[in-house]
């Protein structure tokens, strides 16, 4: 069974940092994406950031391009997600998730992703 474990997130000042951390364990897939998604109350479910495994192409959102960087380390099947520059609109609950069906081109809807993990929350304090 495939599953996600998303962690890192915290409460942090405006212009702060924080790095999340996705942990997938279970799959027994050749290949596959990981997608990160944020979720604010009362608001749908936003794409950010998505990334291949094998060959590490990685995607953004107009809102993450120049703050955020998705990496991968396939030793320990982690995907990372470097959040710098950090605005009081980023707070919210961040889910990691996984697309079975690579190689993604972008980050996409939820709807193609099969996985999630439980998400974790990021508050940005001004």
């Known amino acids: 069974e495939v599953q996600l474990q998303a962690s890192g997130g915290g409460l942090v000042q405006v212009g702060g940092s924080l790095r999340l951390s996705c942990a997938v364990s279970?799959?027994?897939?050749?290949?596959?994406?990981v997608g990160w998604f944020r979720q604010a109350p009362g608001k749908d479910r936003e794409g950010i950031s998505c990334?291949?495994?094998?060959?590490?192409?990685?995607y953004y959102s107009d809102s993450a391009e120049g703050r955020f960087t998705i990496s991968i380390d396939n030793t320990k099947n982690t995907v990372y997600l470097q959040m710098n520059s950090l605005r009081p609109e980023d707070t919210a609950v961040y889910h990691c998730?996984?697309?079975?069906?690579?190689?993604?081109?972008?980050?996409?809807?939820?709807?193609?992703?099969?996985?999630w993990g439980q998400g974790t929350q990021v508050t940005v304090s001004s």
């Open positions: 998730a996984m697309d079975p069906r690579p190689p993604r081109y972008d980050v996409g809807q939820p709807y193609e992703y099969d996985y």
């Open positions: 990334i291949n495994a094998n060959d590490g192409r990685a």
């Open positions: 279970g799959s027994t897939f050749d290949d596959y994406a």
